[in-house]
């Protein structure tokens, strides 16, 4: 059950996500659109607290699998559903296919498990639009590094881990063309807004 009117951002950390989830909501709001802004893992004072351990606590990969998704099913059944029973845009900075692109792809978990999980916790919800900002891993390292900010455990993981997460990303878009599509998050900001106007344009027609 795909709702139009729920639109996840993915990517890497230091694609630009943050910047054009901002114009988005702008470009909705501007055509007369009630639009909710949220992300994962958090959304709820629950998940926000998941999100601290999930960032900065080691654990098993299995456990951070499931509470990703407990986070999920809170973020759904306490933000995300009722803003869409309430003819509300939600955009949401990550959805499932972070789960899959950074448990499945990075850590390596059964895809099998992540299905499953999804397929409970979900319910059959599905995003209608997923925008994934792709570039190449090393322009991400580059921009995070200049940043200056304090890195989170994921953040600190190697190149080879994120070159996993990249392709499991790129391979779930080559699957779900109908539903992913894919922006060059390497050029300007200015240019990939550019492209996702064109893309929301399409969308909304």
């Not at 909710?36 to 004072?45: A, K």
């Not at 499991?168 to 998050?185: E, F, I, T």
């Amino acid at each position: 059950m795909h709702n139009t009117r729920f639109i996840t951002f993915e990517g890497m950390d230091g694609a630009g996500k943050s910047t054009q989830i901002a114009r988005t909501a702008d470009w909705l709001r501007a055509r007369g659109h009630a639009v909710l802004l949220t992300r994962e893992p958090g959304g709820t004072p629950l998940g926000e607290s998941l999100r601290g351990l999930l960032l900065h606590e080691a654990m098993h990969p299995d456990t951070e699998a499931l509470l990703m998704f407990a986070a999920r099913r809170e973020h759904l059944a306490q933000v995300i559903e009722p803003a869409l029973g309430r003819g509300d845009w939600v955009l949401c900075d990550r959805f499932t296919d972070a789960s899959f692109a950074y448990q499945g792809g990075g850590r390596g978990l059964d895809i099998a498990r992540l299905q499953a999980l999804e397929a409970w916790v979900q319910r059959g919800l599905q995003p209608g639009l997923t925008l994934l900002f792709d570039l190449p891993c090393e322009v991400a390292a580059q921009r995070l590094a200049a940043s200056g900010g304090d890195p989170d455990r994921f953040e600190r993981e190697q190149s080879d881990f994120f070159n996993r997460v990249r392709a499991a990303y790129l391979a779930r878009a080559q699957a779900d063309p109908g539903r992913m599509q894919v922006l060059n998050a390497a050029r300007s900001p200015e240019e990939v807004s550019a492209q996702l106007e064109e893309i929301l344009s399409r969308y909304c027609s």
